[in-house]
């Protein structure tokens, strides 16, 4: 009972920071696409323009717009103007680790 009990708690401590768990479900969210999905994973190679992941994805400019736009919006990736262009690139490390873990767990289940 002691053990069950210190699990309740363990678990209502993991939870304790409910905007944390909102913030984390939103960004989980935006990754639940699969277009955005491999826009992020592209970004993962280094800073790109829009037409340059519209062209490595095989995808419309106007798609991975829509796309870089709510990424941005999430805070999942950064934009830098340059000119006429704008370069987007991921805001920190931590995609690419989520990224690494992902694909760690999908091997280890398959």
Not at 34 to 59: F, H, M, Q, W, Y
Not at 90 to 102: A, P, Q, R
Request: include cysteine.
């Amino acid at each position: 009972m002691d053990e069950l009990n210190q699990t309740i708690l363990n678990a209502r401590h993991a939870i304790e920071n409910i905007e944390k768990c909102e913030k984390m479900a939103e960004i989980f969210k935006v990754l639940g696409d699969a277009g955005r999905l491999k826009v992020v994973k592209a970004l993962t190679a280094g800073e790109l323009c829009a037409s340059d992941i519209a062209l490595a994805l095989n995808l419309e400019n106007s798609v991975v717009s829509h796309q870089l736009k709510i990424l941005k919006a999430s805070g999942i990736i950064l934009a830098r103007k340059d000119g006429k262009y704008i370069h987007y690139k991921l805001e920190n490390e931590c995609v690419i680790k989520l990224f690494e873990l992902m694909d760690q767990h999908l091997s280890q289940c398959n």
